[in-house]
């Protein structure tokens, strides 16, 4: 994307005040987004997203700097402005870049710009169909579809010089349903880290009949009793509360600097035997995945805990040095305009041996979360936050009556201790996940869990 | 090439190339941001970034594209896009470029002085405001983040109507957050502050505000779960007004997604309830004078005393229902279309003071924090159900910190249902605000 030379020069000036790592990353990306609604293609955008981000170490500072001006000595002042922050101390030393292959994991079958528009577009109509002649009360359908070509370069001081291409396709669904004052909506948004390929062999009729089939479930829904119960949490999307309630939590960024409940506590138990997390980066086309991280190193499958011991940490580059530890290949970013941090990629409860039907049986009182909504961690605390898009009582080990507004709170520390079944059906999920270096593509996945109590708000009191 | 130069080749070139009108939308930006851990300088970032964006009407259809690589290849792969984008759309929807309108206001969104304060003294000022966070008290242990953002944006809009404004403006924001600990009991607290008046920043009041944001909450109690009245403080009142604010959409009418949709001169609201928006305001760092199509903006009442006046236009849902743009066209950024969102969009403050409120309740609870609000809320149904910090108020005095809870209603009936609104108006840097105010109940679940 840029000559050799002009890295070479833009890394060397970086460290000329005193920095003992640089580094650079290019990012040239094309995107194309259309959104359908009201039974019409009414938004379609095409962008080209491009820029440079620069990384400089000294000790335990770290130095960013960002622009989309792409010449030499655009480039080289930006470096300079940016080595400015470092008052003295001995350069580090340039290594001769040497270029690595990147060995793909993730095969890309149909790149998304090779194929028409139009191809796209027929896909989200039939979604729309499909959602609305779900059910008569369907009154609203919203499919957005996106594909993404992510262009990378990555260089730094030590000699690395890598690139990598990273496809991602997306297809989310809205419904809602509506009758007399009653509005409810559910939603699906599969999506991979793949080609068209991914979005031509959806299960349309499974993706956007569930976004229909929840939205029309909700609109007689009752009001959901608030109090502590036992919370059975369904596999796939489901991990989401994992993600939250520990995942963040384990990231260097919150570890390095104390501020998670899981630092320095490598070798304890955190969770009962029946729980072990994984976060894996290299899982073929899942929405997490990558063959390399935002630093060029490659993903790996990390066992973050293990029958309940606390076993490892996501760590990026940074972080690694105030835990004198190793990165992880878990740096990610957003963008270009984004210093890379450790984050999650794809992140999951690994199978354990109890079967859906015994955990729903052997409740005698309960809530059962069908599909998880969105969520949020304080990682300092460790507090967390979860709505439910659907959700059920259970009663005398069966699924009875579907309740609405339900929101999960509590601690991610604790709940983690209070996870007393874990399911065989492991399957993933696929999110968006913010935080310090931006939203990411992330999965999170779990078999079905059941948590012996949560506290959940609803709207009845109890 | 100038920005000027370039966006009137692409004008030009878009013409020829066979769109019927077009627009160019140029953004730049330029920031500084610092983040201290223990007393040190720990992260640095310095930016200079931006894009453009085309967007023209084809066979006619409104077409969009944007690059953020500015140079010459970039004219033909725009202009490409913007046909293939048209191409694909349904319906063409009777679109047009605007001409511009007959005056525009001379607000002023740019504070010189502010430019000129050195990156130094920008780290100086957070160290001081650490430090003294640090020395506050002997249960801080730490700040999970301590940051100084400051940024210059620029902005261009020139269409091949003639029509050319610019748009210049600053600020900044300080992001902390504070760690206690009391025993067992770890509890953070988030403060934010942002100005466009480097010199007025109170060290001091900074520092005590985000000790207290934290200290505040140790020593929580739990309390029934229940329906309570609740006082809703500023900054969590403006962050629900804000997630719920695109009810106020005629776009999201027109769509069937608001249920306002047609309620335009009936009470929506208790009749204590004012909703403003304006291009300007002194205590909020966003606005302009032109909107995300070129409308010049203006003061318009949304809620007055209760009763819904309008809802908010751009040029294409005010065609739509046979009436003139609000000036709510919005732009995020060069990288997405046009919608309809409001510039700096507040509740009206009343007389009270926020004391007098919590004075005014035998027994209820003050909401200081909202989270969970991207997923715990519907803004079809107005259903919420989030997760909350607050304080118990007992005997008209705030009697003690409450463990995590969740509160859950609806915001529809909750714009009925507020009783006072204090004095205290507060700015979230989205130009969303809110004072305070009293709901008569909503169902509190504690943790």
Known sequence: ??????????????????????????????????????????????????????????????????????????????????ALAIKGG???????????????????????????????????????????????????????????????????????????????SRLSMRATAEEGTEVQTGFYGPGAHAGFEFIERLDLNHYAGEAARIAVTMLHADECPSGKFPVIIDNEFGGVIFHEACGHGLEATAVAKNNSVFANRIGERVAPEIVTYIDDGTLPNEWGSLNIDDEGEKTRRNVLIENGILKGYLIDKFNARRMNAQPTGSSRRQSYRFNPTSRMTNTFIAPGTSTPADIIASTEYGIYAKYMGGGQ??????????????????????????????????????TLQLVDRVGNNLAHGAGMCGSLSGSLPVNVGQPMIRVSEITVGGTKGE | MSITQYQKNLLQQAVEAGLTEAEVYYEQKTSFQCTLYEGELDSYETSDDGGLSLRGLYNGKMGYAYTEKVDDDSIAFLIDQVKANADVLDEPEDLSIFEGSEEYAQHSFYNEELEAVSIPEKIECLKAIEQKIRAYDPRIITLDYCILQY?????????????????????????????????????????LKMTRDFHSLDVDAIAKAAAEEALAHLGEQSIPSSKYPIILRHDAAAELLSTFMPIFSAEKAQKNQSLLKGKEGQQVASDILSLITVPYHPEALSGGNFDGEGVAT?????????????????????????????????????????SVAPQNFYIAPG?????????SLTEGVLITDLSGLHSGTNSISGDFSVAARGFHIQDGQIASPVKQMTIA???????????????????????????????????????
């Open chain 2, 151 to 191: 940024y210059s944006t620029e902005r261009a809009l020139a269409n091949s109507n003639n029509l050319s404004l610019s748009h210049k403006e600053n600020g900044l924001v300080l992001f902390l957050s504070t760690v206690v600990k009391q025993g067992d009991e770890l509890k953070a607290g988030s403060y």
């Open chain 2, 409 to 447: 209603g609806n915001f529809f009936t909750l714009l009925k249902d507020i009783q006072a609104i204090s004095s205290d108006l507060y700015f979230l840097p989205s130009g969303h605000g809110s004072p305070s105010f009293i709901v008569k109940e909503l169902a509190v679940t504690v943790e």
């Open chain 2, 351 to 359: 007389q009270e003071t926020q004391d007098s409120l919590i004075h």
């Open chain 1, 377 to 414: 961690v304080s990682p300092s605390t460790g507090d967390y936050n979860f709505a439910v898009m659907e959700a059920y009582i259970v009663k005398d080990g069966k699924i009875e009556r579907p309740v609405r507004g339900a929101t999960l709170i509590g601690n991610g520390a604790k």
């Open chain 1, 90 to 168: 001995a350069s580090g030393t340039i290594h001769p870049l040497h270029k690595e292959m990147v060995t793909p994991i993730h095969q890309i079958l149909r790149m998304p710009n090779t194929v028409e528009h139009s191809r796209k577009t027929a896909i989200m109509r039939q979604a729309d169909s499909i959602a609305r002649n779900y059910d008569p009360r369907i009154s609203q359908v919203f499919v957005r579809y996106l594909d993404e070509q992510q262009n990378v370069l990555i260089a730094n001081s030590e000699g690395k010089f890598v690139e990598d291409t990273r496809i991602y």
């Open chain 1, 1 to 82: 994307m840029i000559k050799q030379s002009i890295i070479e020069n833009v890394l060397e000036a970086a460290l000329a005040t005193g920095g003992d790592f640089s580094e650079i990353f290019i990012e040239d990306k094309y995107a194309n987004e259309f959104v359908l609604q009201s039974g019409q293609i009414d938004q379609s955008i095409a962008g080209r997203d491009f820029g440079i981000g620069i990384r400089i170490f000294s000790g335990l500072q770290s130095i960013y700097t960002y622009t989309n001006d792409f010449s030499e000595e655009g480039l080289l002042a930006a470096a300079k402005r940016a």
């Open chain 2, 298 to 338: 203006k003061q318009q009442a949304i809620i007055t005393d209760g009763t819904l006046q309008t809802l908010l236009h751009n040029r294409k849902t005010a065609k739509k229902d046979g009436c003139e743009s609000t000036g709510h066209a919005q732009r995020e950024s060069y990288k997405d279309t046009l």
